[in-house]
């Protein structure tokens, strides 16, 4: 069991934990209502999201799924990819997004998607396009979204148990005054925290899927190299009215893609230094330069990567220098 993974199964203890808590003080304090029916009303909620959210993404992202006919050669690489990882084989689909990306998703490893945008086909090179669909299989393989999915019910329950603290009855008695607000304030910090967590069970699980990618078959160097062109074509997305609507349209669904198209533009200037000879590209030599660097992120850096679905890239293009 890789380091990461012992990560993630801590967190996943830590998230429920947190919960049973929250609902045995309830219980034993005799609060709002039954702490059931909170855990009925989210599987209900998430139920309803897990049985319409394929749908919905294909339709947010302008999905077109593809034959093999249409797409021979993205076909025989997601074939390939889909064999030696040991899924059955996704449905293939092209995003009309000009955004450089990718993105999967499915209920489960059989009804799994792999999905390509317009804009990723112009800019990547077939050993960067490989990297990149090796980096997405691994997230159906090892059921990321549903895993995702799952964590961020907890931080749901406990905002609806902060919300009937506030504001609804408890047994019978109405909070008042300094003690509602107190207790409403407690609530709310907790399901702060759960919030947090679900987001580093996210940023785990890219790391995650970098590193599979990697024992796919992919060079280091490649799924570095992609990583930098697609902080680059999100940053320069910005700077068209279409693609600023398309980083709109997106906007609640960010987790699904490579990277944070969002904080593309704070991420560049970084990455650019580490691309000595300006060709657009991280080679071997730029990977194992970094590879040899403290990656020292500054205040502001820090605090901001706590709030996003994905790692700072510097630091996760320097784990990818570690595999070289």
Known sequence: MTGLQVKMWILVALMFGILYGVITGIGAWSGTGSPTSYIILALLFTGLQYLIGPALV????????????????LHRQVTELAQKAGIPKPRIGISQLQIPNAFAFGRTI??????????????????????????????????????????????????????????????????????????????MVIYFIANLLVLAGSRIREYYADERSVKLGSHP???????????????????????????HRVEGLRAFFLNDVGRAHDEIADLRAIDSDFSGTIDQNELLAIRSQKV?????EKVAELFTTHPNMLKRIKRLAAMV
């Open 110 to 187: 059989r009804d799994g998607r792999v999905c390509v945008t317009q804009g990723i086909r112009k800019i990547l090179n077939k050993e960067e396009l490989k990297a990149v669909l090796g980096h997405e299989i691994a997230h159906l393989k090892h059921r990321d979204m549903m895993i995702i999915t799952l964590l961020s019910v907890i931080p749901l329950i406990l905002y609806w148990i902060a919300w009937s603290l506030v504001w609804g009855g408890t047994g019978g008695r109405r909070q008042s005054g300094g003690y509602a607000a107190l207790i409403g304030l407690g609530a």
């Open 58 to 73: 294909s339709m947010m992202m302008k999905v077109k799924w593809v034959s093999e006919k249409e797409e021979p050669e």
């Open 221 to 247: 160097k490649h799924l570095a190299s992609a990583l930098y062109k697609l902080v680059y074509g999100s940053a320069q997305s910005r700077k068209s009215a279409r693609g600023e609507e398309e980083l």
């Open 296 to 300: 020292k992120l500054k205040g502001a």
